[in-house]
């Protein structure tokens, strides 16, 4: 994301947060980059000093930010921290990395439609969690969402009504907000009241842009635009078939007749993804990391109407080989620490969420059922109706449970640089640090829906347990857990891409765990314990199948480390 220097009247500090650079400017104020105070990146929108001089304003824009701090994070940027009683009123908000919607379309032209397709799921579901808040985005459009590197994330939602309502700045004929994707009743107010359904027209030109490069609705004056808005249907040629019926009823002139954002988002997960074709991929646009939830909603806030919209006015709610992989790991682990420690890892710009199925589904219908109360089996059936998109082969690989209690699946192995033993009734697996150590495990090859589990214990907090999945000796995904973090990874021989890592959930040393890892088609959900910890898309054609195998590595490399395994279990189908 491009910055600008600091101008001469801008501040340098506000709170606890340091200014670096701007990073743009818009009607409510200018958002800067920013530090917090342990040094990592914010961004920080300042409001306009003729806003903050304005009482009704300040107490909007309060009210606002206390509704936005209750959207779940996932495709959206979280809300971390406001002073709307500061002389200089601000919001601090999860720095993205990555270019808007906005700025990739009109650099690269449209999208191809299954990049298309990913960033509408993207949408509905930043949508899905926003309104299950109580929030109304009002002012969603290309320059609102970034392009992360695995999922798009919305930004700025809901602050624009503190502008909006406030009198000073709504009089006839002055819209707050881009009207090219304003809904009629936004323009109009016999049309209807403002609803969440006003997001979804807003989500039906976005989509229209990202897919054309145009949008739906085209005036020569913002007014002309408005007029086409009112009064024209959209234009939606060169919109991908599959997307067509969606956005017609999204573009419906009657708020009533628009599906609500979870609707939308189960809509677009029953279709099956379209795939570019050669002359519409483009060698710089590759979409290796594809994930739509990076967590669900642990339990919501304000439930909707039985419509399925949120309310508008109400009160926000409540604060509350059997050898090692010698040189190929220790170029391997070296990746790994260096992105560990500059938060870099290889970045494959992934403009979209991409191939989300069965697991996706329920995590997304569930953390809607939860936010808006309605019953989790009912809100799930539509599981049943999915056309999954797979391009794994028909072969799958036998079942099996191993306790790892001595040789059998896997094998003992000793190298210079660590080893593999069985004590103790389970496996030992120990590197030498500096270095990753495979333990030689079975040749049988899995591909498709699969489960693994397996107890994993960390001697040291410098120890990592690993995992391979889909693996053929130099490529495959991988799962590291450590005592801070726990990481899914795609590895092309010295290549490493995240997929998607957290630090919220982690095994910690001493003590036994349980890791599982959920496959189903091209998605992979870990679980510690039972609980969430990372997601991912597991959709290159290239690592359809392979190899499970267990292995350690160390956060270390002066030290050696070592991880204890015990019944392993894999069921596949």
Known sequence: MTTSPLRPGDPRRLGDYRLLSRLGEGGMGTVFLGRDPEGGPVAVKVIRPEHASNDEFRARFRSEVERARQVPSFCTAAVLDADPDNDTPYLVVEYVEGPSLQDVVEE????????????????????????????????????????????PKVIDFGIARALEGTTKYTRPGRWVGTVDYMAPERLDPDVGPITPAADIFAWGGVIVFAGTGRNPFYGDTPVATA?????????????????????????????????????????????????AGPKTRRADSRFDARDLLSQVIAEGPKPAPANGHAPVDSPPPALADPAPLSRVASRQAASRRRASSSRVTTRRLAYAVGAVMAASVAAATVAYARTTGDPVAEATQPQAKLAPVSMTPAMRGPSFSDPLSGPGRFHESKAEFGSCTFRNGRLEAQVNGGTTYQCPGPEDAFSGNQTISVRVELASPDACAMVWFRFDGARGYQVTACADQVELEKLDGVLLSSLGKTSSVTVQPGGQHDLAIVISDQHAAVTIDGQDAVQGAVSDPDLAKGKIQLGVTTTNGSTKAKVWYSNLDTRTG
């Open 227 to 275: 007029a086409q808005i009112l009064t024209k249907a959209p234009e939606l040629r060169g919109v991908p078939s599959s997307l067509v019926d969606l956005l017609t009823r999204a573009f419906a002139r009657d708020p009533a007749d628009r599906p609500a954002a979870n609707e939308l988002l189960q809509q677009l997960l029953a279709v099956n993804v379209p795939h």
């Open 108 to 151: 690269r032209g449209p999208m191809s439609p299954g990049d298309l397709h990913s960033v509408a799921v993207g949408v509905a579901a930043a949508l899905t969690a926003i309104h299950g808040a109580g929030i109304i985005h009002r002012d969603l459009k290309p320059s609102n969402v970034l392009l992360s590197l695995g999922l």
